[in-house]
Structure formats: C-alpha cells, structure tokens
T-cell receptor
Framework: AQSVAQPEDQVNVAEGNPLTVKCTYS??????LFWYVQYPNRGLQFLLK??????LVKGSYGFEAEFNKSQTSFHLKKPSALVSDSALYFC??????????FGAGTRLFVKA | GAVVSQHPSRVICKSGTSVKIECRSL??????MFWYRQFPKKSLMLMAT?????????EQGVEKDKFLINHASLTLSTLTVTSAHPEDSSFYIC???????????FGNGTRLTVT
C-alpha cells in the first residue's frame, strides 16, 4: 500500500529566509511523487513532480524538491520565502495507474 | 495546460434537497475523474473514482446512494448529493488526469452549505 506523511502541521518562516516542508513516503516500486499548493477556498494547484531522472526537481513559483530514495523523502524547498507563499501544501504519491494519496497537509506561514 | 472546471463554486441548499456538482475537463479527455471531500483544515478524502461509461468506484465508508456519480462523457463527471443534510456541508473537489504521466489537475472546488 502507498502512503505519504507530512510530519509538520505548520511551518513558520520569515520572508526572505529559506523554507522546507517535509514529506516522507512509502511505496512498493518506483514512486510518483507530487507537491500541490492550496489557497483558501480553491482547488489544488500542481507545483512539481518526480517520476524519474534527476533527484532535484524544479517546479512552479521558485519551488524545488529533492527526491531521496534512501530516506524515502521528498521535501519541498524554496531558497527565499515570500509572504504570498503562505498557503496549505500537500505532498502526494500515486499516478502510473495507482490512486493518488495525499498527505495531511502542512500550513506554511511566511511572516513579513 | 490542462484545465479542469468545476461548477458551481458555492451552493447553499436546504436540508432534504439534492445538489448537483459538475466537473469538466476543458482541453483533454478524461476516462477517469476523482471526487474528493475536504473538511476544514484537513486533507483531501477520496470519495470515489468516476469511470466514463461505467459505474463509479466508491471508497470504503462512502454511501453510493447518497453521493451519486455519473460520468456520461469523456469530459464531464457529475456528483449529486442526494437528500442533503447539514453534515454534508463541506468542500468538494474534483480532479482528472490528462494523458501520460501528467499529474492530477483539480477543479477549484465547490463549497456546499446545507441549512
């Protein structure tokens, strides 16, 4: 069975500082991993994905994520946070014929 | 890019009535669409997988007679909440996979309030 865990309910960071939102996963076989962002009362927006290839994946709005097979992690990162990055972030595993399973979500607060 | 449109964005209905929510893939064909429910400050709960031309696959604990899903064409799936009750009030989101290894694309969600 596939699963994904986001250990932090909330992450607080000052504007201009680097941010990390953590995600670990459990799958049999090669994982398809995704990050999505949700703004209030909206659907989810796709940020980036890892299917194969380079472990460092670059996505929308300056976000990137690093796939680490040995640690089964796929942490989301951004070198310099913006206030407008404040939102709810979801890590997900799936695709390739499997249902997409979402983590519990991490709320990111970026303070000016 | 792939676009999924969901309508309405917000609906208020009286207890006992039925509400229909539409999900459309605007620029791709989707044989499969997914319906999620999201509670406040919670993650998405997959309710069912909508299959074009066949019956939907419901997740455990989701009442199929309560949440009717119809996927009559390759670009449209509908979710009907029948005999709505206040506890059905929630944020409902649909999604679909464009062909290939594309990620899920989501509608903007429907805020249902049952009074």
């Amino acid at each position: 069975a596939q699963s994904v865990a986001q250990p932090e309910d909330q992450v607080n960071v000052a504007e201009g500082n680097p941010l990390t939102v953590k995600c670990t996963y459990s799958v049999s076989g090669n994982p398809y991993l995704f990050w999505y962002v949700q703004y209030p009362n909206r659907g989810l927006q796709f940020l980036l994905k890892y299917i194969t290839g380079d472990n460092l994946v670059k996505g929308s709005y300056g976000f990137e994520a690093e796939f680490n097979k040995s640690q089964t992690s796929f942490h989301l990162k951004k070198p310099s946070a913006l206030v407008s990055d404040s939102a709810l972030y979801f890590c997900a595993v799936g695709g390739g014929g499997f249902k997409t399973i979402f983590g519990a979500g991490t709320r990111l607060f970026v303070k000016a | 890019g792939a676009v999924v449109s969901q309508h309405p964005s917000r609906v208020i209905c009286k207890s006992g009535t039925s509400v229909k929510i539409e999900c459309r893939s605007l620029d791709f064909q989707a044989t499969t669409m997914f319906w999620y429910r999201q509670f406040p400050k919670k993650s998405l709960m997959l309710m069912a997988t909508s299959n074009e031309g066949s019956k939907a696959t419901y997740e455990q604990g989701v009442e199929k007679d309560k949440f009717l899903i119809n996927h009559a064409s390759l670009t449209l799936s509908t979710l009907t909440v029948t005999s709505a009750h206040p506890e059905d009030s929630s944020f409902y989101i649909c999604s679909a996979n464009p062909p290939g290894d594309s990620p899920l694309h989501f509608g903007n969600g429907t805020r249902l309030t049952v009074t």
